[in-house]
């Protein structure tokens, strides 16, 4: 009786894998599935960059052949001013799926624009059809931007009230609309773990030499999803200053291959306490 058992459990579940074989066959693609896409959705190049390529693929079995357009659309980048079109279709064949758009940029020395942006768009795909990514964003980059000499990353040097001399990275970013405004990632040394949510602001005088950056800031990081975290200035008696009450200033030098911050770091969750406390007079190198 057991082996009959056996015998029938084998034969049902080789019956049941045969269906599932079935139930769970692989979807089939055929070349009336063939599309033609970006290899992304979006691109960015330095205003120096000279010429660059944006590859488009034909994705098919069989290695069809197929014709497409190409047309650039103008965002805050201007065809003429800021960049060339040099490819305006793409022929694909066997042996040649991948091709790429000839995008010339045109390099305005001294000139101030702030990054700007157009977008290269596939079009008129015949036989075969235009991909989801059939748009690519492309951004350019200005290297004109004033605050240039003090935006990446730094290596500052601290001491930190809880766990002595400390080094970790700090890096200035541009803000999107101000060219003399920079905003600060980990000026507290201890926050990597909420990511660009602990960022604080400053403003640039116009020659570049110094940062005043508000004490009192609020993180967007909320602790518990509700208190956001507060940067408060730390003077040499360990008294603290909140928002309204002064300001960091932070001394640009050598170009902006040294800073000096005056007022050290008081980061502060109210209810929850502190997560480091950096003392005054501390120093950053640019990297």
Do not use: R
């Amino acid at each position: 009786m057991k082996k009959i058992f056996k015998y029938l459990s084998a034969l049902t579940l080789g019956a049941f894998l045969f269906a599932s074989c079935e139930i769970n066959e692989m979807p089939k693609f055929n070349d009336s599935d063939a599309f033609v896409a970006f290899g992304s959705g979006s691109a960015s190049a330095a205003e120096n960059a000279g010429t660059i390529n944006v590859p488009v693929t034909l994705t098919s079995l069989s290695g069809l052949s197929a014709t497409v357009s190409v047309e650039a659309v103008d965002g805050t980048a201007k065809a003429g001013v800021n960049y060339v079109l040099e490819t305006t279709s793409l022929s694909f064949s066997e042996g040649n799926p991948t091709q790429n758009v000839v995008v010339k940029i045109i390099d305005n020395p001294g000139v101030f624009s702030g990054d700007i942006s157009f977008q290269l768009k596939i079009g008129n795909p015949g036989d075969v059809k235009v991909g989801s990514e059939n748009v690519c964003s492309i951004t350019i980059n200005d290297l004109d931007h004033p605050l240039t000499s003090i935006l990446g990353t730094y290596t500052a040097t601290a001491v930190s009230y809880f766990n002595g001399p400390s080094k970790f990275t700090v890096t200035f970013k541009k803000d999107p609309s101000d060219p003399y405004k920079v905003w600060i990632d980990n000026f507290l040394g201890d926050a990597s773990w909420a990511g660009d949510d602990m960022l604080v602001y400053g403003n640039v005088d116009k020659d570049v030499t110094t940062i005043t950056v508000p004490f009192g800031q609020m993180s967007e990081y909320k602790y518990g999803g509700t208190t956001s975290v507060e940067f408060m200035g730390v003077d040499a008696a360990l008294n603290g200053y909140s928002a309204g009450e002064g300001n960091w200033t932070i001394t640009i030098k050598d170009g902006g291959k040294n800073l000096a911050v005056d007022y050290g770091v008081w980061a502060y969750i109210a209810g929850a306490g502190s997560i480091n406390v950096l003392l005054p007079d501390w120093t950053m190198v640019k990297d």
